[in-house]
């Protein structure tokens, strides 16, 4: 399953923007300031049920600065999403969801309460005169296929089922921002790729005995040295003395606690190179560390699909460029072109859009007036598929710069190289 279509109206940048993905890696170029991010935010306004409840109640920098919120109005995001026909598990997720065959919606509106909406309609709350707390978020899935996304107005009522939480829990969406801290989340046990992974494994009951048991006699050979027992004792007397004897606690040194689960806890992954042998990430520089973080999710994913307990899954990811050197970012352009796994990225580099198809890449463009134009370039009616394919060929590494271009000035020298039909 992956996302088809995005629709936004009134969310933070954009006024309005309807855009397709037409490919499982999407690029989201453009300009800063031109709402690259907030589409990730909306996507997972709609579909991540991990994101707190705080960030869909949206404050007023959320919504479009052209928007009078004293007016009744809505924030829409929508979402329609396809190629779940034949997936059990995905099929079951969008049951309610669907509006035509391989094709499902999920839609947050942000618009006055429901009372609000009575006052309104009887008359005893005038127009013009709501705040922010007049307005709560709403998310819908399905609904009337005649009745578009872009479509869809603020007092339009009873278009789809309501999302519940619980069901897309199995919807698994993972935001990488730009600026991560891949190091301490592979330290973080409730965000380490490594801690998933070893469980989607499923360590029989038999080697998690047999694992405990190594890990307790350590514990017991550990604490049994006359160093340590020394340290132990000391600390242990200390800590009483100052505690006081109505607080007393025995003090003792050791490992963790013999479980499986302080041991999945506690394993680090270790690596070499040819100048330093088993080595934490720590020593590592910002970038190689992302591509570790990077291929131990995309193994996870992998084990979570084989193991059938996907009901859908995408990544988000901001500047997968970040600290990379360019043959780093065209292996991992390549890794996630292979992954199985719909992958929807923003960059500013022209390594990473030379390796991206361009169907896959969504162009954003700020125009005189301060809107956002975007676009899914290969679907530009004016160009062929040969055509298409020409420019693939054509915009390498170094060529690729004009896709961030506004415009584009030939003059003689460069100009003779290029290969353009007239």
Same mark, same amino acid.
């Given at each position: 399953?992956?996302?088809?279509? $995005?629709?936004?109206?009134?969310?933070?940048?954009?006024?309005?923007?309807?855009?397709?993905?037409?490919?499982?890696?999407?690029?989201?170029?453009?300009?800063?300031?031109?709402?690259?991010?907030?589409?990730?935010?909306?996507?997972?306004?709609?579909?991540?049920?991990?994101?707190?409840?705080?960030?869909?109640?949206?404050?007023?920098?959320?919504?479009?600065?052209?928007?009078?919120?004293?007016?009744?109005?809505?924030?829409?995001?929508?979402?329609?999403?396809?190629?779940?026909?034949?997936?059990?598990?995905?099929?079951?997720?969008?049951?309610?969801?669907?509006?035509?065959?391989? /094709?499902?919606?999920?839609?947050?509106?942000?618009?006055?309460?429901?009372?609000?909406?009575?006052?309104?309609?009887?008359?005893?709350?005038?127009?013009?005169?709501?705040?922010?707390?007049?307005?709560?978020? &709403?998310?819908?899935?399905?609904?009337?296929?005649?009745?578009?996304?872009?479509?869809?107005?603020?007092?339009?009522?009873?278009?789809?089922?309501?999302?519940?939480?619980?069901?897309?829990?199995?919807?698994?969406?993972?935001?990488?921002?730009?600026?991560?801290?891949?190091?301490?989340?592979? /330290?973080?046990?409730?965000?380490?790729?490594?801690?998933?992974?070893?469980?989607?494994?499923? $360590?029989?009951?038999?080697?998690?005995?047999? #694992?405990?048991?190594?890990?307790?006699?350590?514990?017991?050979?550990?604490?049994?040295?006359?160093?340590?027992? &020394?340290?132990?004792?000391?600390?242990?007397?200390?800590?009483?003395?100052?505690?006081?004897?109505?607080?007393?606690?025995?003090?003792?040194?050791?490992?963790?606690?013999?479980?499986?689960?302080?041991?999945?806890?506690?394993?680090?992954?270790?690596?070499?190179?040819?100048?330093?042998?088993?080595?934490?990430?720590?020593?590592?520089?910002?970038?190689?560390?992302?591509?570790?973080?990077?291929?131990?999710?995309?193994?996870?994913?992998?084990?979570?699909?084989?193991?059938?307990?996907?009901?859908?899954?995408?990544?988000?990811?901001?500047?997968? &460029?970040?600290?990379?050197?360019?043959?780093?970012?065209?292996?991992?352009?390549?890794?996630?072109?292979?992954?199985?796994?719909?992958?929807?990225?923003?960059?500013?580099?022209?390594?990473?859009?030379?390796?991206?198809?361009?169907?896959?890449?969504?162009?954003?463009?700020?125009?005189?007036?301060?809107?956002?134009?975007?676009?899914?370039?290969?679907?530009?009616?004016?160009?062929?598929?040969?055509?298409?394919?020409? #420019?693939?060929?054509?915009?390498?590494?170094?060529?690729?710069?004009?896709?961030?271009?506004?415009?584009?000035?030939?003059?003689?020298?460069?100009?003779?190289?290029?290969?353009?039909?007239?």
């Amino acid at each position: 399953m992956r996302v088809d279509r $995005i629709v936004i109206q009134n969310f933070r940048t954009f006024a309005s923007l309807d855009v397709h993905i037409t490919d499982d890696l999407c690029c989201i170029l453009g300009e800063n300031n031109t709402g690259k991010t907030a589409i990730l935010r909306a996507i997972q306004i709609c579909l991540d049920s991990m994101l707190p409840s705080s960030f869909r109640s949206l404050i007023r920098e959320d919504i479009h600065s052209a928007i009078d919120i004293a007016e009744p109005t809505q924030v829409l995001i929508g979402i329609e999403l396809t190629g779940f026909e034949g997936r059990v598990n995905e099929e079951a997720l969008v049951s309610t969801w669907k509006t035509a065959r391989d /094709r499902a919606r999920v839609f947050y509106r942000f618009r006055p309460r429901p009372a609000v909406r009575e006052l309104l309609e009887s008359g005893d709350l005038a127009y013009g005169m709501l705040t922010l707390e007049d307005y709560q978020w &709403e998310i819908h899935g399905g609904g009337d296929p005649a009745i578009d996304l872009a479509d869809i107005a603020w007092n339009d009522e009873g278009i789809g089922e309501t999302v519940r939480f619980g069901d897309l829990q199995s919807y698994l969406l993972i935001h990488l921002p730009a600026l991560r801290d891949v190091e301490q989340d592979l /330290r973080n046990p409730r965000q380490s790729p490594l801690v998933r992974l070893i469980e989607a494994f499923q $360590i029989d009951e038999i080697e998690q005995e047999a #694992l405990v048991s190594i890990l307790d006699e350590a514990n017991k050979a550990i604490s049994g040295s006359e160093t340590i027992a &020394e340290i132990a004792g000391a600390i242990d007397a200390r800590f009483k003395e100052v505690s006081g004897p109505a607080f007393e606690m025995d003090a003792t040194l050791g490992l963790s606690a013999a479980s499986f689960r302080a041991i999945i806890r506690n394993l680090k992954i270790l690596l070499s190179n040819v100048s330093l042998t088993s080595f934490e990430p720590g020593r590592n520089g910002l970038g190689m560390n992302n591509v570790l973080y990077i291929a131990i999710l995309m193994e996870y994913l992998q084990r979570r699909i084989s193991l059938n307990r996907s009901a859908g899954q995408l990544i988000l990811m901001e500047e997968p &460029e970040a600290h990379l050197h360019p043959q780093l970012q065209f292996s991992l352009i390549a890794a996630l072109r292979s992954i199985g796994v719909q992958v929807i990225l923003t960059s500013h580099s022209t390594q990473v859009t030379s390796q991206v198809p361009l169907s896959g890449v969504v162009s954003l463009t700020k125009r005189e007036d301060a809107t956002i134009a975007a676009g899914n370039l290969a679907l530009n009616a004016a160009l062929t598929s040969p055509e298409i394919a020409d #420019l693939e060929r054509y915009l390498d590494a170094t060529k690729s710069a004009l896709l961030y271009a506004r415009k584009v000035m030939l003059v003689e020298g460069a100009a003779e190289m290029l290969k353009c039909p007239l």
